[in-house]
């Protein structure tokens, strides 16, 4: 497909990544002659690589990216964008931008280490994403801004990572007006960390995540019960724990809560090691914008020892007594966790938990399986660890999360599209909010466009 960009006289919204998947998301809004990108995220193929093929349309033409939040599967292309030509704003909310220039800086990073010499072409620069940094404009929480005239911009909370957004924009005026609201991600109710999600606007246009349509998350309390079991058990053996994290949220979210617990006496005390540098600079924004969460947590009381260098990690992967280490990498793709992987996982005192999704085919997967040994980085290891997963850390909205969110607007949004959801979780989704009284509700196809009348 290639995009046409022709003057729109009508909103016209098309999807462009994220369509049956849950990655890449990005949705192209044409009014007028602007031209506006909802996200521009990063998307992973069959061999879970960052896809690097240019865009279906020429980047000099887009006015602006509204950004959702600062995950790479939604913000990971904005240095590719820079790179062949786009020259205006990205919309995003304070903390998103102060935490910009470390993801993007990161996501180029990947893609340099990734992309085979024939497609360099595509690959950005650190250039590219300070240029993408120095043109991002902050807007609170909850301040209309008009960023082109007649259009009109607003974020409210979405509660996933911090700076988070779902993005509500009015087009037109009093006499004419249309509304469109993006979820980006949505958050989850009842694992404190991060501010509930804001209510949803009513609207003419929903586009709503799917992640997780059709699932329920464990309770926190079952979480504990879990963890505690995992750690009672790998301390009598003489092992370790391991847990693969994102560094930008899921790593966050975990420390509280083994922070938490084990002061309330719901975990056994054990040294708690973050190997991680993205992580620790992250966890600096955190504290700058502390008030926003939702929990009295600064990351700054001494409890997690901070693995700075190769050096510190391999001391703390080896040393003698039980540990918890925490390391980058939430699919075991890449990151410091392999190191740690490499270290421990034919030892079979060591447990290594799972709290991540853990995408088809990655390596985090094939742990899953029951096979007896795993192939990575050019050797079969055998799978004597432990390996458990716990699906309760997740900062996805589940289904219980959808149902509470989106009731209350049966009969006041006229048309729901589902995005960033394997199709089984965007299907469920949609049966949900049909048999809850919406109408016009379907997973939306890649490269479909929805034209919205005045």
Request: proline share 7%; charged share 25%; net charge neutral.
């Amino acid at each position: 497909m290639s995009v046409s960009f022709s003057p729109q006289p009508y909103p016209k919204v098309s999807f462009l990544g994220a369509a049956g998947t849950v990655t890449g998301s990005m949705h192209l809004l044409q009014w007028k002659h602007y031209n506006i990108l909802l996200d521009c995220g990063l998307e992973r193929d069959k061999k879970n690589k960052n896809k690097l093929e240019g865009f279906p349309f020429d980047a000099a033409m887009i006015d602006a990216v509204i950004l959702s939040h600062n995950h790479s599967d939604h913000c990971g292309r904005l240095p590719e964008l820079a790179k062949f030509g786009f020259r205006g704003q990205v919309y995003c909310t304070p903390p998103s931008k102060d935490l910009l220039s470390l993801v993007l800086k990161d996501a180029v990073h990947i893609q340099e280490k990734e992309s085979p010499g024939k497609k360099k072409v595509f690959v950005p620069s650190e250039t590219d994403a300070f240029s993408i940094t120095e043109r991002t404009v902050p807007i609170e929480y909850g301040e209309f801004a008009e960023i082109r005239p007649g259009l009109r911009l607003r974020f409210h909370e979405a509660g996933h990572i911090l700076g988070s957004a779902i993005t509500e924009i009015v087009l037109g005026n009093d006499a004419q007006k249309a509304r469109i609201v993006y979820s980006g991600d949505l958050g989850r109710f009842g694992l404190p960390f991060l501010p509930k999600p804001a209510p949803i606007p009513p609207t003419d246009l929903l586009i709503c995540e799917s992640t997780y349509g059709g699932r329920y998350h464990d309770p926190a309390e079952l979480m504990a019960q879990k963890l505690a079991q995992i750690f009672h058990d790998t301390i009598a053996r003489g092992g370790k724990v391991l847990i693969p994290a994102f560094s930008l949220g899921r790593t966050q979210l975990l420390l509280y809560y083994l922070e938490s617990w084990m002061t309330e006496g719901k975990l056994p005390r054990l040294p708690v090691f973050m190997d991680s540098p993205l992580a620790a600079q992250i966890g600096k924004v955190y504290r700058k914008h502390s008030k926003r969460l939702d929990v009295d947590w600064d990351q700054s009381r001494n409890f997690v020892h901070v693995l700075e260098s190769w050096d510190e990690a391999q001391a703390a992967s080896f040393s003698p007594d039980p540990c918890v280490i925490v390391a980058s990498g939430g699919m075991c793709e890449g990151g410091r966790i392999l190191q740690h992987l490499k270290n421990h996982l034919d030892d079979p005192r060591t447990s290594i938990v799972l709290v991540s999704f853990q995408a088809p085919g990655t390596l985090g997967d094939k742990l899953l399986e029951k096979s007896p040994n795993v192939y990575f980085h050019g050797k079969t290891w055998n799978k004597w660890a432990q390996i458990h997963e716990l699906k309760g850390f997740s900062g996805h909205a589940d289904m219980a999360d959808f149902r509470t969110m989106l009731a209350p607007l049966a009969g006041s949004i006229k048309v729901v599209r589902l995005v960033h959801g394997e199709p089984d979780a965007s299907k469920a989704l949609a049966g949900e909010l049909l048999g809850l009284g919406f109408d016009n509700v379907r997973p939306a196809k890649k490269n479909e466009s929805i034209i919205l009348k005045f």
